[in-house]
């Protein structure tokens, strides 16, 4: 089973310009996350669709950062302007369905990209 | 909203169990209780979640506190790629309540020495 895709792996910037992450869930899930993970700090969330609408957007810097999920299947991040603590990595993960499945709250993590702002 | 606490970084010889605590005083009755975690240079993944009783899987075991305010995951024989992150997940309600939310805290990181 391919797991989530996301790219590029790597992305460096200079601040104030903008920058894009791509995600491809697994087939199937419907549930979809975008994370942001500073050095040394642990994931935070900052948007949960379900299929195509958002679930929780409470955590996202709204001035700066938006995501899309057309068609509740890949989902884009943007980041416009970038500034120097943006530096960090971006993951995403899905999950099956929010709260059923096999395995409840399974979710499945892509590798991130890795972005410096400079 | 439910929180967890645990401790920063614990040490483990290679081929001993290892006990990772983490305490969730604000968990309701309902609220799953979930582990995942982190090695270097990748995305987190899932270890197991529990709701009750104790819970074994391929991969740990996770035992729960009769009155489910904490609950230790154990790897029982660690490797060197255990290495890793631990997160224990604040418990969230599967139906209505948080939404099924994954919140990350800081985790224990779990060095294991050969």
């Known amino acids: 089973e391919a797991g989530v895709a996301q790219s590029p792996r790597y992305k460096i910037i200079e601040k104030r310009q903008s920058v894009a992450f791509w995600c491809n869930p697994i087939?199937?899930?419907?549930?979809l996350y975008w994370y942001q993970q500073i050095l040394g700090q642990g994931p935070k969330l900052l948007i949960q669709?379900?299929?195509?609408?958002?679930?929780?957007d409470s955590q996202l810097p709204k001035d700066r950062f938006s995501a899309e999920r057309l068609k509740g299947v890949d989902s884009t991040l943007k980041i416009q302007p970038a500034k120097l603590e943006d530096s960090a990595v971006y993951l995403c993960?899905?999950?099956?369905?929010?709260?059923?499945?096999?395995?409840?709250?399974?979710?499945?993590f892509g590798q991130g990209t890795r972005l410096t702002v400079v | 909203d439910a929180k967890t606490t645990q401790p920063n970084s614990m040490e483990s010889n290679e081929e001993e169990p290892v006990h990772l605590p983490c305490n969730h005083s604000t968990i309701s009755g309902t609220d799953y209780i979930h582990w995942y975690r982190q090695l270097p240079s990748q995305g987190p993944e899932y270890v197991i979640h529990g709701l009750t009783s104790n819970v074994n899987n391929r991969m740990a075991s996770l035992a729960i506190a009769e009155d489910r305010k904490s609950s230790t995951l154990i790897l029982h024989r660690a490797t060197l790629r255990d290495a890793a992150v631990y997160y224990c997940i604040p418990p969230y309600q599967l139906h209505g309540g948080s939404q099924g939310n994954l919140i990350f805290g800081k985790g224990t990181k779990l060095s294991v020495k050969p």
């Open positions: 669709f379900q299929n195509n609408g958002v679930v929780d």
């Open positions: 087939s199937g899930h419907a549930t």
């Open positions: 993960a899905s999950s099956l369905r929010r709260g059923t499945g096999a395995k409840i709250g399974e979710a499945f």
